[in-house]
């Protein structure tokens, strides 16, 4: 049974409105400004926005979750019969990771060849590292969240290994006025994602009870921002940048 | 415990609704007028846009938990167990008030270096000023407001030292027959801003009780329309001047 404070619950909930506010300013000014954008790199920028409102949608079920699983009975926080679905971050981990892979890829220009085989690889990478996240998010052992976790990063390396070593040739061959924020593009990925293993194993650190649940909560929601919005607003002023560069008639 | 008459309660409520039709409209004006500006200043219009359309989020939320905060029960008002959520205030203000300098920014059309070095900097005094006034907004201690007002007027009066000050030359720069608004711009900023940290002096004054709180209420939902839905107009009107006497074949 959790004890979170009322304090916590409203940090919690506060939070995941910040997010709903963030994820859809962001997905409609991707979507408005699409159009500012040279056409090879729209692509790039609606998927950037599809990501965002993917999340909008998963934040707005979050948060009313988060409200259904607690009631405020005479100043104090109880638990409801309703468990908060924790589920909803990893279907939206499912449907968004392998797309804001995608973004990159597709923000990057290379051949088809190459973008098709690079983005299925990324994809069925990403998908295998969330789902293989999962059964160790729900349970309360320490040592079965250890193995799903240690599985879960093999897949988290690969991609790692993928964006620096597989990518490099590609990056070497962005314009230079884009070089630096291409480049930038997969550091952001790699630090945001670091988010998520470490949030994972606060429960396992002994680091438990309803301050953790706080942390890991604002953790991921952070995260998410991070990785969603602020990469996919990233990602538009790589396009708006190549655009500039290659097609110098655009805005 | 509040004791808020039910006429106190219902004319917030009906500020808070009249709120979220004006920024429901001043959105879709902005958008849907995009395309009458010149290319330069669409972003301009759109962030305008952006900014009414996390604020028209945000008073649907602060809306429906003021309406979930009381009850009337045989003619009087009574509070439930669910507080007033201010928070939502502070969150809008944390991604719009950056956003509404960038807004003015981006319509002076200066350099991109100067663009973003302004962007930046006001963007992190915005959000600082903005955080350093939460601590004080959820106390009831007299001393830990002043404390904290205190601490955020010193970023309030750096911005409206870079207002005046930082950005006299682009305003001098301007084209005569936008020179007069866009200066306008700046003034209604610092005039609609000054409402906040007098609101928020409010209790400090000895101004308290029901009273207080729906001036309170009244006060900071009248400066988000003018500093939000009104700036905007303000500044689609600047950049459609700009737009006729720069790109005279433009409507």
Same sequence: chains 1, 2.
Avoid: C
């Amino acid at each position: 049974m959790t004890e979170l404070s009322v304090g916590q619950y409203q940090v919690v909930l506060n939070f995941f409105s910040f997010t709903i506010a963030a994820m859809g300013a962001a997905t409609i000014f991707l979507w408005l400004n699409r159009s500012l954008v040279a056409a090879p790199y729209r692509m790039a920028v609606t998927v950037s926005g599809l990501v965002t409102f993917i999340a909008l949608y998963h934040y707005v079920r979050i948060y009313g979750s988060w409200q259904d699983a607690y009631m405020v009975v005479d100043g104090t926080l109880q638990a409801t019969d309703k468990a908060f679905n924790d589920a909803y971050r990893y279907v939206d981990w499912v449907l968004t990771v392998p797309l804001l892979l995608i973004e990159l890829i597709l923000v990057m220009r290379l051949t088809s060849s190459e973008t098709v085989s690079k983005s299925i690889r990324l994809s069925i990478l990403a998908v295998v590292m969330i789902l293989l996240g999962y059964p160790g998010e729900v349970s309360d052992v320490a040592g079965t969240r250890w193995l799903w976790w240690s599985l879960s990063m093999i897949p988290f390396l690969w991609i790692v290994y993928e964006l620096f070593i597989g990518l490099k040739k590609a990056v070497d061959a962005q314009p230079l006025a884009a070089r630096g924020l291409v480049s930038g593009a997969r550091y952001l990925v790699i630090g945001s994602w670091l988010f998520y293993p470490i949030v994972f194993i606060f429960p396992m650190l002994g680091f438990d009870g309803p301050t953790a649940e706080t942390f890991v909560q604002v953790g991921y929601t952070i995260a998410d921002v991070v990785a969603k919005a602020v990469f996919g607003i990233l990602i538009f002023a790589i396009a708006l940048k190549k655009s500039q560069v290659e097609e110098p008639t655009v805005a």
